[in-house]
Nanobody, 118 residues
Framework: QVQLVESGGGLVQFGGSLRLSCATS????????MSWVRQAPGKGLEWVSA???????KYADSAKGRFTISRDNEKNTLYLQMNSLRSDDTAVYYC????????????RGQGTQVTVSS
């Protein structure tokens, strides 16, 4: 059974940092591209960043220069380091299997709330 379990969210002040983690199981983590998506209050799902199984990364314009996606294939864990957080980063963040190209997300976790206070 595939499981994606996010952690690391919370309340942070404007300009602060958080590191999200996504512990996975039930599939060969190293063989999959992985991504982070988010959903702000009252808005649709927004793709944030992805990491290919070969280690290549890409980011939404809103995340470039502030967020860093990484993975540890031995620990089957995905990470998102978020720096210089802004109020518009407030959202539920989801770890997703797939997502390197549009429409390729197979499944996502339950999410972790990130709230940035001004």
């Amino acid at each position: 059974q595939v499981q994606l379990v996010e952690s690391g969210g919370g309340l942070v002040q404007f300009g602060g940092s958080l590191r999200l983690s996504c512990a996975t199981s039930g599939f060969t983590f190293g063989a999959f591209s992985m991504s982070w998506v988010r959903q702000a209050p009252g808005k649709g799902l927004e793709w944030v960043s992805a990491i290919h199984y070969n280690g290549a990364t890409k980011y939404a314009d809103s995340a470039k220069g502030r967020f860093t996606i990484s993975r540890d294939n031995e620990k089957n864990t995905l990470y998102l380091q978020m720096n210089s957080l802004r109020s518009d980063d407030t959202a539920v963040y989801y770890c997703a299997q797939g997502g390197w190209t549009p429409g390729t997300i197979a499944r996502r976790g339950q999410g972790t709330q990130v709230t940035v206070s001004s």
